[in-house]
C-alpha cells in the first residue's frame, strides 16, 4: 500500500513539473565583481552565460542608466563609460515567460597618471613629463643651495608617485641648468645665493577639457612632490591650482604655497614636507560641489616671480583624479584662502 502511495505521489510530482516554466538562471558573469571603477571613455566588456531548465530560448536585454539609457542585446555587450558618475548596467534573461537579472554597479570617475602619455594635456615653461631617473640631480646642491636637514637624495629628483612617470616644473639633466627651475643661470652668481635666473620664469600644465557628468559631490584630489626656497615661500615660487568651467576664464582654486614660514636663509629650501625638511610625496584635496554636472578644465600654474633663488628642485604633480566623495588619508595641511590670483 505504501509503495502505491509513493508511486501517485510521484507520479502526481512529475506531472506538476512537466507543466511547469522555471526562470533562467545565470551560472556565470564578467567581469566577476559587482562594484566596478572606470575611467570616463573606458570601454567595459560585460557576458553573461545563462541556462533554462526547460531549454526555451533566451533573450537578453542591456541597459544602462544613471545617465543617458544605453541598450543591448545579445550575451555579451561592450559598454563605453561616458562622463563621470554612478550607473548600474543591468541584463535581463527572459525565456518568454520568466526574467532573471543581474547587474554591476559603475563609478566612472577621472583619473591621469600620465603613463600611457598625456593626451590633451598641455605644457607651457619648465612643465614636461618626467620619467623616472636616478640619474638627474640638482647640480645647484653645494654651491648655490643645500638640501634640507637629513635629506639624504643626494639632490636627485623624485620617482613618480606611482608607475615611472609624472609631470615635473624643473629642467632635467642635459645643456644648461640641471636639475632645477632656474632656466638659464646669471654668469656672476654668488655662492649659496638660492640659485639666480637672468629672467623669471613660469608655466601652466592645463588639462583637457573633464566633464563632470551627473557627480553629485565631484571631489579634486592629486599628489605633488616640491622644493622651493625657504626665504618667501607665501610669495614668490608660487604653487597654484586653477579651474575653468564650462570654457570660461580661469579662475583661482587654490594655493599649495605654506600660509606660515619662510625667513630661511637664500639656500635653504621649503618643501612639500615642510621648512627644512625633506620633501615628500603628499595628496592635496579640493571640493567642486559647485561645478558638479559641468565640464572644467584644471591648470597647474607654477610662478617664480623673481629671478631670485630659483635653483630648488621644482614642483612634481601626479596621480590626478576626480570622484564621488573621495575618500583617502589627505595631508592637513591648512590651504592659503586669503590669495586671490590670476594665471
Given at each position: ?24 538562471s545565470i ?145 632635467p639633466s ?117 561645478y558638479a ?51
Amino acid at each position: 500500500m505504501k509503495r502505491v502511495i509513493l508511486l501517485v505521489a510521484l507520479m502526481v510530482v512529475l506531472a506538476v513539473t512537466a507543466g511547469c516554466n522555471f526562470p533562467p538562471s545565470i551560472t556565470e558573469k564578467l567581469p566577476a565583481q559587482q562594484n566596478l571603477t572606470v575611467n570616463a571613455g573606458e570601454s567595459i566588456h560585460f557576458s553573461v552565460v545563462a541556462g533554462d531548465w526547460n531549454s526555451d530560448p533566451l533573450t537578453y536585454k542591456w541597459t544602462a542608466t544613471g545617465g543617458s539609457p544605453i541598450s543591448g542585446t545579445g550575451k555579451d555587450f561592450t559598454w563605453t563609460a561616458p562622463g563621470l558618475g554612478t550607473y548600474t548596467v543591468t541584463v535581463a534573461v527572459c525565456d518568454g515567460t520568466w526574467t532573471t537579472t543581474h547587474y554591476w554597479n559603475v563609478t566612472v570617475g577621472f583619473k591621469e597618471s600620465f603613463e600611457t602619455g598625456s593626451t590633451g594635456w598641455t605644457a607651457t615653461g619648465l612643465w614636461h613629463r618626467q620619467e623616472n631617473n636616478s640619474a638627474i640631480f640638482n647640480v645647484a646642491v653645494g654651491n648655490f643651495v643645500v638640501l634640507p636637514l637629513d635629506d639624504s637624495s643626494g639632490g636627485v629628483i623624485p620617482n613618480a608617485n606611482s608607475g615611472q612617470y609624472c609631470y615635473w616644473y624643473g629642467s632635467p639633466s642635459g645643456a644648461g641648468v640641471k636639475g632645477n627651475y632656474m632656466g638659464t643661470q646669471t654668469p656672476d652668481d654668488t655662492w649659496l645665493s638660492g640659485g639666480t635666473s637672468t629672467v623669471k620664469n613660469s608655466g601652466m600644465l592645463t588639462s583637457p577639457v573633464i566633464d563632470l557628468g551627473i557627480l553629485q559631490n565631484p571631489v579634486l584630489q592629486f599628489a605633488y612632490w616640491f622644493e622651493i626656497e625657504g626665504m618667501a615661500p607665501l610669495t614668490n615660487d608660487l604653487m597654484d591650482v586653477y579651474i575653468s568651467v564650462n570654457g570660461g576664464f580661469f579662475t583661482f582654486l587654490g594655493s599649495l604655497n605654506p600660509i606660515v614660514g619662510g625667513g630661511q636663509g637664500a639656500a635653504v629650501p621649503h618643501t612639500s614636507g615642510g621648512t627644512d625638511s625633506p620633501a615628500y610625496w603628499d595628496w592635496r584635496s579640493y571640493d567642486l560641489n559647485e561645478y558638479a554636472g559641468k565640464t572644467i578644465q584644471l591648470s597647474f600654474v607654477f610662478d617664480t616671480v623673481n629671478a631670485d633663488r630659483n635653483g630648488f628642485r621644482g614642483w612634481f604633480i601626479d596621480d590626478i583624479e576626480i570622484t564621488e566623495d573621495a575618500v583617502r588619508n589627505l595631508s592637513a595641511k591648512e590651504l592659503n584662502p586669503a590669495v586671490n590670483r590670476t594665471p
